[in-house]
C-alpha cells in the first residue's frame, strides 16, 4: 500500500505543538490497525511566515497542497503581530472555498471522565454531529465599504445561499444521520428574519427531507437551538447549519461536553477531488503558546477523522478509544480538564493506551 501524502501545517501558537502529537498518535495508530504508513510533508506557513516573505504562503502553495491526500491542520493566526484580516483571509478561508472542502464535520461527545457544566448529564448522553456548510452563507467575501473613515461610512456583507450549497450539506448531514442509530436531524434557520437566504435554506431542507423518508427531522431556529444545546442538549443527534449559525453553535457544544481542547473538526471534500482539511476547534491560543499545556486531543481527534476519511476506520476507532481510554482513567489531564499534565504526557498516555 503506497504512503498516503499527508501536509501538515502546524501554524501559529499552540498549533504545532498539538499537531506534533497527532502525527505520534496516527503513525503508530495506522501502523497496528492497519498497517498503513505516511508520507508528511511539514510546511511551514504562519504568521512568522509571513512576516519574512509577505504572504501566508507560495505562489505555488495552492498547488503544492493539492497534491496531497489531507491536510492536518494546527491553527492560525496571532492578533497581536498580524491581523486576522491577513492570517484567516489569506490561508485558512480561502483553502476551504479552493478546495470545496464545504463538509464542515464537528462532532461533540461527553467522555467519560470528562466534566460536564451542565448538571445530570451521564457520559454519552451528549452525542451529536454539527454539519456546518463551510463555503459560502454568511462568510462569503462578499461585500465592500463606502465613504470609509467618515460618519457616513457604508458597511456592506452580504450572505451567500445558493440551492446547489444548501441542498448538497443538507444531503451530507441526512446521510449521516440514516447511518447512526437515532436517524434524527436538525436543521437550523433563522428564516423568519433572514425571509432571503435562510428562506432558500428551509426550501432546500424541505426537498432534501423527501429523499430521507427513514430520517426523522425537523426545523429549528438557532435562537431556540442555542438555548436546547445548553438546556437538552442530549436530544440533538445531527444538526446541519449555514456557515455562521454551525460555527457559533459548535463553540457552544464544545463548551457543554467539557472543553474546546476535545473539539475536533474536519473540512471534507466528499468527492476527494482536492484534499481534505483536518484541524482542531480551539485555534492558536497564544496567551498559553510555548507553556507546553495545551490540550493534544481535539488534534488527535481530528486525526481520527482524517483516518476516517482516508479510509483506515480501524485506525480511526482505536485512536478515539485510546483517547477516551486516557479520559476515563483521568490520571492524566491537561489544565482545561482540572489536571497538570503537559502536552507531551497526554500524547505519551494515548500512545500508551494504543
Not at 57 to 69: E, I, R, V
Not at 217 to 233: E, N, Q, T
Request: proline content about 6%.
Amino acid at each position: 500500500m503506497p504512503a498516503h501524502r499527508i501536509a501538515v501545517i502546524g501554524g501559529d501558537g499552540i498549533g504545532p505543538e498539538v499537531i506534533d502529537q497527532a502525527v505520534r498518535v496516527v503513525e503508530k495508530a495506522a501502523a497496528k490497525f492497519d498497517k498503513a504508513e505516511f508520507a508528511w510533508n511539514k510546511l511551514p506557513w504562519s504568521t512568522s511566515y509571513y512576516q519574512q516573505h509577505g504572504h501566508m504562503l507560495p505562489p505555488d502553495g495552492w498547488d503544492t497542497l493539492a497534491k496531497h491526500d489531507a491536510i492536518l491542520f494546527g491553527a492560525v493566526g496571532n492578533p497581536a503581530v498580524v491581523s486576522d484580516k491577513v492570517t484567516v483571509h489569506e490561508l485558512l478561508l480561502p483553502m476551504r472555498r479552493k478546495f470545496d472542502q464545504y463538509v464542515n464535520l464537528r462532532p461533540a461527545f461527553l467522555f467519560a471522565g470528562v466534566p460536564c457544566p451542565l448538571v445530570g448529564k451521564a457520559p454519552g448522553a451528549i452525542d451529536m454531529l454539527v454539519y456546518r456548510e463551510n463555503t459560502e452563507g454568511e462568510y462569503a467575501p462578499v461585500g465592500g465599504n463606502l465613504y470609509p473613515g467618515t460618519e457616513n461610512e457604508i458597511a456592506v456583507q452580504t450572505g451567500v445561499f445558493t440551492r446547489r450549497g444548501c441542498e448538497r450539506i443538507l444531503r451530507a448531514a441526512f446521510e449521516a444521520a440514516r447511518k447512526r442509530p437515532r436517524k434524527t436531524l436538525t436543521s437550523i434557520t433563522k428564516s423568519n428574519a433572514q425571509v432571503y437566504g435562510m428562506g432558500l435554506w428551509d426550501d432546500a431542507y424541505l426537498a432534501v427531507r423527501k429523499e430521507y423518508p427513514d430520517v426523522r427531522s425537523s426545523s429549528l431556529l438557532v435562537d431556540a437551538a442555542a438555548m436546547d444545546f445548553v438546556r437538552k442538549p442530549e436530544t440533538f443527534d445531527v444538526v446541519v447549519a449555514s456557515n455562521l449559525f454551525g460555527d457559533i453553535l459548535t463553540d457552544l457544544s464544545a463548551a457543554v461536553t467539557g472543553s474546546i481542547g476535545l473539539a475536533s473538526s474536519a473540512n471534507i471534500n466528499p468527492t476527494k477531488q482536492f484534499p481534505s482539511m483536518f484541524e482542531p476547534v480551539h485555534g492558536s491560543a497564544p496567551d498559553i503558546a510555548g507553556k507546553g499545556i495545551a490540550n493534544p486531543m481535539a488534534a488527535i481527534l481530528s486525526a481520527a477523522l482524517m483516518l476516517d476519511h482516508l479510509g483506515l476506520a480501524a485506525s480511526a476507532a482505536g485512536t478515539r478509544d485510546a483517547v477516551a481510554k486516557v479520559l476515563a482513567e483521568g490520571k492524566v489531564k491537561t489544565p482545561d480538564l482540572g489536571g497538570t499534565a503537559t502536552t507531551t504526557q497526554i500524547g505519551d498516555a494515548v500512545l500508551a493506551a494504543l
